[in-house]
């Protein structure tokens, strides 16, 4: 069984920066995506960035992209999101996910494609 584990979020002002992470049990194969989705209160849960574990390769929301980057460690099982300059639009709850997947396929943006969640970590921003 899958578990992830958030961490890093917190309460911090506008233009700031924030790291945070998520350690997956057990081995991440390198056809599974890794990703982070946000939902604000009254939101629909949406993507913020995606890796595809093997190859490192990323996709980004359009309303992150060049303030945010996602990592991964493959020796901790731990991906990572780096938010820097962050707005008060960001506040929400942070979710990382794993789609685990054995055959090479495209990486995937689509909460309903992530049978794997964590507990979520929250992200506070003021301005």
């Known amino acids: 069984q899958v578990q992830l584990v958030e961490s890093g979020g917190g309460l911090v002002q506008a233009g700031a920066s924030l790291r945070l992470s998520c350690a997956a049990s057990?081995?991440?194969?390198?056809?599974?995506?890794m990703a982070w989705f946000r939902q604000a209160p009254g939101k629909e849960r949406e993507i913020v960035a995606a890796?595809?574990?093997?190859?490192?390769?990323?996709y980004y929301a359009a309303s992150v992209s060049g303030r945010f980057t996602i990592s991964r460690d493959n020796t901790k099982n731990t991906v990572y999101l780096q938010m820097n300059a962050l707005e008060p639009e960001d506040t929400a709850v942070y979710y990382c996910a794993e789609r685990v997947q054995f055959r090479p396929v495209p990486l995937s943006t689509r909460a309903d494609e992530y049978p794997y969640w964590g507990q979520g970590t929250q992200v506070t921003v003021s301005s």
């Open positions: 057990g081995r991440i194969f390198s056809n599974s995506d």
């Open positions: 890796i595809k574990w093997g190859t490192g390769s990323t």
